[in-house]
């Protein structure tokens, strides 16, 4: 069973950066598109980024794009999302998984806390 950890959240301010980090135990990790979501409080996971699985290709909501860079790195079996120009409306737990089901176990998330 593949397992996901996420790192990199914290509190920034508004108009900073951060960087996550999602990394996945198990060998299939190349094999597959790899995305980004969030959950604000009290709101459904939403789609945030994905990358397929040779890194060539990349989507974004429309609510990040020109913000946000999601990348891998399939050596390290780790994907990573640059958050740029951070928002108070980004505030959100982040987690990473398959872009389409039958995605893995969810992992525990990486908290991002954006202050205006």
């Known amino acids: 069973q593949v397992q996901l950890v996420e790192s990199g959240g914290g509190l920034v301010q508004a108009g900073g950066s951060l960087r996550l980090s999602c990394r996945a135990s198990?060998?299939?990790?190349?094999?597959?598109?790899m995305a980004w979501f969030r959950q604000a409080n009290g709101k459904e996971r939403e789609f945030v980024a994905t990358?397929?699985?040779?890194?060539?290709?990349?989507i974004y909501a429309d609510s990040v794009k020109g913000r946000f860079t999601i990348s891998r790195d399939n050596a390290k079996n780790t994907v990573y999302l640059q958050m740029n120009s951070l928002k108070p409306e980004d505030t959100a737990v982040y987690y990473c998984?398959?872009?389409?089901?039958?995605?893995?176990?969810w992992g525990q998330g990486t908290q991002v806390t954006v202050s205006s």
């Open positions: 998984n398959r872009r389409t089901r039958p995605q893995w176990t």
């Open positions: 198990g060998r299939t990790f190349s094999s597959y598109a």
């Open positions: 990358i397929s699985a040779s890194g060539g290709d990349t």
